[in-house]
């Protein structure tokens, strides 16, 4: 990024970060359209039953723990390819 003007630089960062809220509110609107599918399934009331709403606490946390779980893999993976290459 040094190779780049300030301006670039500015124009770079706020689409980087377009992408990332973009992406944010796509993996969000996953896991709501998931847990609501897997977990509410009676309409006859406004509120969510103690049944409903303890399957999308679980649903959620286990989403989160998931989607940590990639990224710590993902993370490792990089840092052996990384290392492979400044191997060679």
Do not use: P
């Not at 969000?28 to 399957?55: I, M, P, Q, W, Y």
Request: contains cysteine; positive net charge; glycine residues 4%.
């Amino acid at each position: 990024m040094d190779m780049l003007s300030a301006s670039e630089q500015r124009t770079l960062e706020q689409r980087m970060q377009k992408r990332q809220v973009k992406e944010f509110m796509g993996a969000f609107g996953g896991l709501v359209e998931h847990c609501f599918t897997s977990c509410v399934d009676d309409f006859t009331s406004k509120a969510l039953s103690t049944r409903e709403n303890g399957c999308i606490n679980r649903c959620v946390l286990k989403w989160m723990a998931t989607q940590q779980r990639v990224s710590d893999r993902f993370q490792e993976h990089n840092a052996q390819i990384t290392q492979q290459m400044q191997n060679k």
